[in-house]
């Protein structure tokens, strides 16, 4: 029996020959593409210069709110293990390198991980180091990844990145909004985010963040912070700023909020308002 295509996964196959040649995007402004390469390496039944195209894609939706520019060069192989990963460099001048373990036309999981580790990139996670924050910094990570294919689940109903895939705007759509019927990323009913915390921020700074639970609880808080950066989308430009504090999170957040732009200042006060923390806005 021949195996029926997901189109919520993946691309269906085309029917004619592909040639390898560079697929020109739909879209995206040239004078907001990051410093992107993606290695010649297998991967599957998908060419390098597409992966190229749909990264640049996924960039462009939060690189396309900051106020600075981002400068930093990546470079996208193919993942040695299971999972996603971006490493630390050996020194500031090298490209940020990001493992991606997606292959083939999975296309909504190349945007899943890319979006996560370019967060990651984003938020100067090498200085971030053995910090017991990290359960919070890849909270935010998982938000940039459901943040940035919600976006582009609407843009591609007009601009997708490659001519006549307008289609998969509800493949996009669709992934993202499973990524938030989680239900083991669910709150127990009638239990506020404030009351949650206090039970297992203990856990949270202690617990490996790749073991699953803790991947749960990180989906758990990206999914109750998105509202939040849906509402105000240049609140991104915060996340380049989260600070170096192994304080718990109420003490944490202050310590952002103070070395955030003035502009960033409200954004960083009702964020922490989720967690029941009260920071005076403006």
Known sequence: MSKKRNTARHLPKKRTKRKRTTVKGVGNKQSLKIKLSVSNDDWGDIQSNEIAILLQDTAFHINRLLRS?????????????????VLYRESPGDPHTIWISARDNY?????????????????????????????????ICELSSMFTIRRMSVRWLTHPAFPNQKVYAAS???????????????????????????????????????????????????????????????????????????????????????????????????????????????
């Not at 909504?108 to 919070?136: D, I, M, R, T």
């Open 69 to 85: 520019s981002f400068d930093e060069k990546i470079r996208v192989v193919p993942s040695q293990v299971d999972h996603p990963k």
């Open 107 to 139: 296309w909504c999981k190349f945007v899943y991980q890319f979006a996560h580790e370019f967060c990651h990139v984003l938020s100067g996670h090498e200085n971030l180091k053995e910090n017991p924050n990290n359960w919070f910094h890849e909270a």
């Open 172 to 282: 996009l759509r669709e992934y993202g909004q499973n990524l938030l019927n989680n239900q083991d990323a669910q709150l127990p009913p009638d239990m506020s985010v404030h009351s949650w915390l206090s039970l297992h921020e203990g856990e949270l700074r202690e617990i490996p963040v790749n073991e699953k639970k803790q991947r749960n609880n990180q989906v758990l808080v990206a999914s109750h912070l998105l509202p939040i950066f849906e509402k105000a989308p240049n609140g991104w430009n915060a996340i380049r700023k989260l600070p170096n504090s192994t304080e718990a999170l109420a003490a944490y957040l202050v310590a952002w909020y103070s070395a955030v732009d003035r502009k960033d200042k409200d954004f960083v006060a009702r964020l922490s308002d989720v967690f029941g923390y009260t920071i005076p806005h403006k």
